[in-house]
């Protein structure tokens, strides 16, 4: 999934999925675990580009459904 985004955005997102999970970050790529989606993410800042690759899900959640929520962290 990829999400256009600011430097800013990004970072507040990530305070908020921290609140929830866990994140860790190295320079401008990273990963994360919350309420049972694991992933990892990287941003190319040039271009304010968020790209998040989902490595693991709970089976009852659908892909969209994960999108839609980790959208909502950047609305």
């Known amino acids: 999934m990829r999400i256009k985004a600011t430097r800013e955005k990004i970072n507040e997102a990530l305070k908020k ?14 990963s994360f675990s919350a ?19 989902i490595d693991d899900k709970p089976w009852l ?3 969209s459904m994960i999108e839609n929520e980790i959208r909502k962290f950047f609305a």
Not at 17 to 30: L, P, Q
Request: hydrophobic share 35%; no cysteine.
């Open 61 to 63: 959640a659908s892909e």
């Open 35 to 53: 309420k049972g989606v694991k992933g990892r993410f990287s941003f190319d800042s040039e271009d304010e580009i968020l790209t998040i690759v």
């Open 17 to 30: 999925i921290d609140e929830v999970g866990n994140i860790t970050v190295n320079g401008s790529k990273g």
